[in-house]
């Protein structure tokens, strides 16, 4: 169901829905009947962003953000990024309301899985 949800938030940065109507199918696909914002207040305190790096040569990378960090450091580096010419050119694109979004609709888990072929290997989890 979290991809089908990711499919319809893609859709809205792409254009091709409008929030209310993404609204009304993420509701579909959650069963409900009562109407789910695409940025509900609920309290992240306790989720993280999990970045781990593992080398084949044992230099390994840790990184725990909190949820709350990241949805504001979102917000605001974009902002100023967007006054910098030479980062304008890299988050034009970016919509920042999109990633707040599938984050506050509990879109979590397992978002990046790379292994290099000589083996090192990047996993980026929110739970």
């Keep these: 169901m979290k991809e089908e949800i ?8 792409e254009g091709k829905l409008d929030k209310e109507k993404a ?10 009947d009562q109407p789910v914002k695409l940025q509900k207040e609920i309290p992240y305190g306790n989720k993280m962003l999990k970045i781990r790096v593992n080398s084949e040569k044992g230099d390994n990378v840790n990184v725990n953000l909190p949820i709350n960090l990241v949805k504001a ?34 879109l979590d888990g397992q978002i990046v899985d790379i292994t290099s072929a000589n083996g090192d290997k990047v996993f980026v989890v929110i739970e």
């Design 23 to 32: 609204t009304e199918l993420i509701n579909v696909l959650q069963g409900k």
């Design 6 to 13: 990711s499919r319809v938030l893609t859709m809205v940065e």
């Design 73 to 106: 450091v979102l917000k605001v580096g974009t902002n100023i990024a967007e006054k910098i010419p030479e980062a304008a050119k890299y988050v034009k694109d970016i919509n920042v309301d999109l990633l707040i979004g599938a984050i506050e609709n509990e």
